[in-house]
C-alpha cells in the first residue's frame, strides 16, 4: 500500500507580546512575510482568516511525518517571527482566553458572512486545526467520509485546547466547537452512501439559502474542493506540536482503515449523526478527562480506554505506515502531560490569564 499523503492548517491566534491581549496585526503580519520572502519557509503558505486578530498557517503533503513536524515547527517559528515585528506573537489557543471584540478581515466573503450570519460571525474568533489526507477518487473519499464519522470525536478530545471565553472559564474542554457550532451547516453527518449522495446533499444545504455558497460546507469531515484529499476539520488548534502531530497521524490511519473496510465491502458504522452529536459534545466538555462515548456503541467510557479502542482500531494502518512506535509514545506523552485545556487551566491558576496567553505563546514555537 503506497503511503498517504498529509497536510495540515493551523489557526493561530495573533496576541499583545506584553499583555497577551488578541491584536489586530493579521494584515502587517502578512506584509512582513510579503517582504521577508526570503526568512520565510519555501514550502507551505501563511493566509488571512475570517478576523484581524489570527492567521493560518499550512504545510504541504507530505507522506513522511517527521517531514510534517518539521514543517509545522518551522511555520510557526517563521509566522511568531513575523509577528514580533509588530509587537505580537502567535499563540496555538482555540479561543482567546482573555476578552476580544473581533474585527473581522477586509474581505467581501467575510463581510456577506456578517451581514448572513450576524453575531455568529462577528463572534467567531476561534482556531482549528485541518487535517488533509490524501485519497485517489471521491468514491474512496466519501467511503472514507461514511466510516471515520464516529471517531472523530476522539479527535476532538485529544485535541482539545480552548477551556476559556471572553476572560471566563467556559467549564468545557473545547469551547471553540460549541461557538464554532453554531455555523448551520456544522457537525457530523449521517453516512452518505456514495459520491451522488454526498454531493446531493451538500447542493440541497445550499438551496435552503441558509448558506452562502458550497465552501460553507462546514462538516467535521468533507471532501475538499481544492485538493485530491478528505479534509478533517472536527480539531482544536493544539498548543503542542507534538499533539497535532499525533492527531495528523491518527487522521491518516484512520483513512487507511476505512478504505482498507471499503475495499473488502464491509458496511459503513450505522450510528446517528445524532450521537455522533451528542459524542461530540462529550468531548468538548471534558476532553480527556472523564469520559467519551465509545464510537459504535455510543456507551460512556473513560477517556482513555475509548483512546486506547481508536488505536486498536487504526493499528494494523499504523503499523504499515511505521507510525506505531510514534503514536504509542506521543498517546503516552499526552497521557502525563495532559490537553492544552488542562495545561491552560494549571497555568493559569499559577499566574492568571494574561501571563498563561504568553506562557502558552512561547510553547507555541518550544
Given at each position: 500500500m503506497a503511503v498517504r499523503?498529509?497536510?495540515?492548517?493551523?489557526?493561530?491566534?495573533?496576541?499583545?507580546?506584553?499583555?497577551?491581549?488578541?491584536?489586530?496585526?493579521?494584515?502587517?503580519?502578512?506584509?512582513?512575510?510579503?517582504?521577508?520572502?526570503?526568512?520565510?519557509?519555501?514550502?507551505?503558505?501563511?493566509?488571512?482568516?475570517?478576523?484581524?486578530?489570527?492567521?493560518?498557517?499550512?504545510?504541504?503533503?507530505?507522506?513522511?511525518?517527521?517531514e510534517l513536524e518539521a514543517q509545522l515547527r518551522g511555520w510557526r517559528r517563521a509566522a511568531d517571527d513575523l509577528a514580533r515585528r509588530t509587537g505580537a506573537r502567535i499563540a496555538a489557543l482555540a479561543t482567546s482566553p482573555l476578552?476580544?471584540?473581533?474585527?473581522?478581515t477586509v474581505k467581501s466573503r467575510y463581510q456577506a458572512m456578517t451581514e448572513h450570519f450576524g453575531l455568529?460571525?462577528?463572534e467567531q474568533l476561534t482556531c482549528g486545526c485541518h487535517v488533509h489526507v490524501g485519497v485517489e477518487s471521491p468514491e474512496e473519499g466519501v467511503a472514507v467520509l461514511d466510516r471515520i464519522r464516529p471517531w472523530l470525536p476522539v479527535l476532538l478530545a485529544i485535541s482539545a485546547n480552548s477551556p476559556y471565553w471572553q476572560g471566563q472559564d467556559t467549564g468545557y474542554a473545547s469551547f471553540r466547537s460549541q461557538a464554532?457550532?453554531?455555523?448551520?451547516?456544522?457537525?457530523?453527518?449521517?453516512?452518505?452512501?456514495?459520491?451522488?449522495?454526498?454531493?446531493?446533499?451538500?447542493?440541497?444545504?445550499?438551496?435552503?439559502?441558509?448558506?452562502?455558497d458550497h465552501a460553507m460546507i462546514y462538516f467535521d469531515a468533507r471532501l475538499s474542493d481544492r485538493y485530491p484529499t478528505v479534509e478533517l476539520r472536527v480539531a482544536d488548534v493544539c498548543l503542542n506540536v507534538a499533539d497535532t502531530v499525533l492527531v495528523a497521524t491518527l487522521a491518516r490511519a484512520l483513512v487507511d482503515t476505512a478504505v482498507t473496510s471499503w475495499r473488502h465491502h464491509a458496511p459503513a458504522p450505522t450510528v446517528p449523526a445524532g450521537l455522533i452529536r451528542l459524542a461530540n459534545w462529550r468531548a468538548?466538555?471534558?476532553?480527556?478527562?472523564?469520559?467519551?462515548?465509545?464510537?459504535?456503541?455510543?456507551?460512556?467510557?473513560?477517556?482513555?480506554?475509548v483512546v486506547t479502542t481508536l488505536?486498536?482500531?487504526?493499528?494494523?494502518?499504523?503499523?504499515?505506515?511505521?507510525?506505531?512506535?510514534?503514536?504509542?509514545?506521543?498517546?503516552?506523552?499526552?497521557?502525563?502531560?495532559?490537553?492544552?485545556?488542562?495545561?491552560?487551566?494549571?497555568?493559569?491558576?499559577?499566574?492568571?490569564?494574561?501571563?498563561?496567553?504568553?506562557?502558552?505563546?512561547?510553547?507555541?514555537?518550544?
Open positions: 499523503t498529509v497536510g495540515v492548517e493551523e489557526e493561530l491566534l495573533l496576541v499583545d507580546a506584553r499583555t497577551g491581549e488578541p491584536r489586530s496585526v493579521a494584515v502587517a503580519v502578512l506584509a512582513n512575510a510579503e517582504r521577508a520572502a526570503t526568512d520565510t519557509p519555501d514550502w507551505g503558505s501563511i493566509e488571512d482568516e475570517l478576523q484581524q486578530q489570527q492567521i493560518e498557517i499550512d504545510t504541504d503533503p507530505v507522506t513522511a511525518i517527521d476578552p476580544v471584540a473581533p474585527e473581522i455568529t460571525t462577528s464554532w457550532n453554531r455555523f448551520p451547516s456544522a457537525g457530523p453527518t449521517d453516512a452518505f452512501g456514495s459520491v451522488e449522495g454526498y454531493r446531493s446533499y451538500a447542493d440541497a444545504l445550499v438551496a435552503t439559502g441558509a448558506l452562502l468538548a466538555r471534558s476532553g480527556l478527562d472523564g469520559q467519551l462515548l465509545e464510537p459504535l456503541t455510543s456507551r460512556p467510557q473513560p477517556a482513555a480506554d488505536l486498536e482500531h487504526v493499528r494494523p494502518a499504523l503499523v504499515e505506515a511505521g507510525d506505531l512506535d510514534r503514536v504509542t509514545a506521543a498517546w503516552a506523552e499526552l497521557r502525563h502531560r495532559g490537553t492544552g485545556a488542562a495545561t491552560q487551566r494549571a497555568w493559569a491558576a499559577d499566574h492568571g490569564l494574561a501571563a498563561m496567553v504568553l506562557r502558552a505563546a512561547g510553547a507555541t514555537t518550544d
